[in-house]
């Protein structure tokens, strides 16, 4: 079942509408900013093996805990702040997703210095299979297996699939040239 069709069978009104809202104007849309890539990178690494309802309740805390993603901030992070984050009941406590996120903030910071941004580096090496873009991400971050990448790259329009054909955000999205849609 499609996460459009899934939605639309929930039975709680709150799940419901939080779904609804990432779903219609989140998931899948283009995005430009780089600490806007991260945060996602960041969220789709932390749902890892949770519900991404569990990512959708805390991300206004994931924000706060992260400086709102700010790469620079976050690449400069001490021990200090490591265990403040995993001190944090309003995000994920995992080391290793904890250190993935300041590892994989230094990494976007050279990225950003070699192509000009995060956004130009994944377009240099657009288009991919997922299975190619899987490799050169599991080569570049950390804590980046073949589910993070494929559901990263959905939600940033660099894959196809986010939504089924007859869903309404389909066309929406289509209108703001998805990557997906322009091999």
């Not at 039975?11 to 219609?24: F, I």
């Not at 749902?47 to 992260?66: C, N």
């Not at 288009?127 to 599991?138: A, D, G, I, N, R």
Request: with cysteine; charged share 30%.
């Amino acid at each position: 079942m499609s996460y459009c069709n899934a939605i639309e069978a929930m039975q709680q009104e709150e799940k419901k509408a939080l779904h609804k809202n990432y779903h219609d104007n989140y998931y899948g849309f283009p995005l430009h900013d780089d600490n806007e890539l991260f945060c996602r990178l960041v969220l789709e690494i932390n749902q890892a093996g949770l519900s991404w309802e569990t990512i959708l309740k805390k991300e206004t805390s994931f924000r706060k805990a992260y400086s709102n993603f700010d790469i620079r901030k976050v690449a400069a992070y001490t021990e200090m702040d490591r265990e403040r984050l995993l001190a944090d009941a309003g995000i994920i406590r995992n080391k290793l997703k904890v250190n993935a996120a300041i590892e994989n903030a230094k990494v976007i910071l050279n990225l950003q210095k070699e192509f000009g941004s995060f956004e130009k580096w994944l377009e240099h090496h657009h288009p991919k299979t997922k299975e190619e873009w899987v490799k050169l991400f599991k080569k570049t971050f950390r804590f980046t297996g073949g589910e993070i990448v494929n559901e990263f790259l959905m939600s940033i329009g660099y894959l196809h699939g986010a939504h089924s054909e007859n869903c309404p955000i389909h066309k929406q999205i289509l209108q703001k040239e998805p990557m997906w849609a322009k091999k």
